[in-house]
């Protein structure tokens, strides 16, 4: 096993936490129809955030697509060693999708205050308390834009494509080894970063427990999709077959390598829905 017992369980209880508030967040924002007059009322995004307009069955292409954009520009701020670019960046990044989370709580003034001192902190004074904590929103802010464009299909390709690319950016390029040892080093790390003490040749060292933001982010996207679709039940099964896929990653792993989580987690995702529709459906 790669990391402590007590750091792996701390994982997995971060992952699953992220899925369930996330799911919470996703319920809120979808479309729903009042029974008395067969009105459909949807809560808007705050801060006048608009989700893309594209179809549900090719938004996997566009989402895609984003993807490997926003790779390539945190490649580039990396060569660049353009810290500040890169802090900037991610503030904007943490602020919106907190605020989008949190706003399923609590009014939106007050969560866009609250999103913007959890993104300073986490620039400017990285703690792992504050870390760790905002990162349970941070992805049911994201899946709240982009769950309502997704379908089954569109979400299933995607992931699809996502494990092949994470597969080869880890194995193949291995650009996506250096991008994690880049934000680690700079302190400003998109996933879930735990730093704890080993002893090795007699002497302690810090080493982190590392989830990237991407493996919570995108199997929360395919739970999100299960409860738009077919309700909170089957989503929350199926969040939970996701985290044992992620603990059987944990369990096969080994210390001083890296992995490339999404090809686990999808098929955590596949299994997930069999299970639904086999006992649930």
Wanted: glycine content about 6%; hydrophobic content about 55%; overall charge positive.
């Amino acid at each position: 096993m790669k990391h402590k017992t007590n750091i792996t369980i701390l994982l997995l209880l971060i992952f699953l936490s992220s899925h369930l508030i996330g799911l919470f967040v996703i319920k809120n924002y979808l479309p729903k129809e009042i029974k008395e007059t067969g009105e459909i009322i949807e809560k808007q995004l705050p801060l006048n955030i608009e989700r893309p307009e594209i179809e549900e069955k090719t938004s996997f292409f566009t989402i895609f697509v984003i993807i490997i954009i926003s790779t390539l520009i945190a490649l580039l701020l990396m060569r660049l060693n353009a810290l500040r670019l890169w802090k900037f960046w991610f503030f904007i990044s943490i602020a919106l999708t907190m605020t989008i989370a949190l706003n399923a709580f609590i009014a939106e003034y007050l969560a866009i205050i609250i999103a913007v001192l959890a993104a300073l902190i986490k620039i400017l004074k990285p703690n792992v308390i504050v870390n760790n904590l905002s990162e349970l929103f941070i992805y049911g802010g994201l899946a709240a834009i982009f769950v309502p464009i997704l379908s089954l299909f569109s979400i299933s390709i995607l992931l699809i494509l996502i494990s092949i690319y994470d597969f080869y950016s880890v194995f193949k390029s291995k650009h996506m080894i250096k991008l994690a040892k880049f934000q680690t080093k700079s302190k400003v790390f998109a996933g879930v970063n735990i730093p704890y003490k080993i002893r090795e040749n007699k002497k302690e060292k810090v080493t982190y427990a590392i989830l990237g933001g991407g493996d919570i982010g995108f199997t929360l996207f395919f739970s999100g999709v299960i409860l738009k679709q077919f309700g909170m039940l089957p989503a929350v099964i199926t969040s939970f077959v996701i985290t044992l896929s992620l603990l059987g990653l944990f369990l096969y792993s080994k210390k001083g390598k890296f992995y490339p989580a999404m090809p686990v987690l999808t098929l955590g995702c596949f299994t997930g829905l069999f299970i639904v529709k086999l006992f649930i459906l």
